[in-house]
């Protein structure tokens, strides 16, 4: 559970850390986006927590592929993914 709260905590520094303001992707957008993907993951946790460890492997999968990125499009992508990945 920590572990998850870790990763989700280090997009939220991804999204903040986004200087870029592309018309499609606001800080607002950025902000919605990760709350959404935090509420999937406790919920996906919550409902089957065997599940913890490979939910964890594609969350972090995601986070690497995004790390280093400095634009608000590039977060949400990468939320909409983790979110993807979490609801699978």
Known sequence: MKKFLFVAVGLAVLAGSACSKAPECTA????????DMAA?????????????ADLTAKVQA?????????????????????TAAIKG
């Open 62 to 82: 995601v986070t690497t592929k995004y790390q280093g990125t400095t634009t608000l499009a590039d977060a949400c992508k990468a939320y909409d993914e983790v």
């Open 28 to 35: 607002e957008i950025a902000t919605k986006k990760a709350q």
């Open 40 to 52: 999937a993951l406790q919920e996906a946790i919550t409902k089957d927590p065997s599940k913890a």
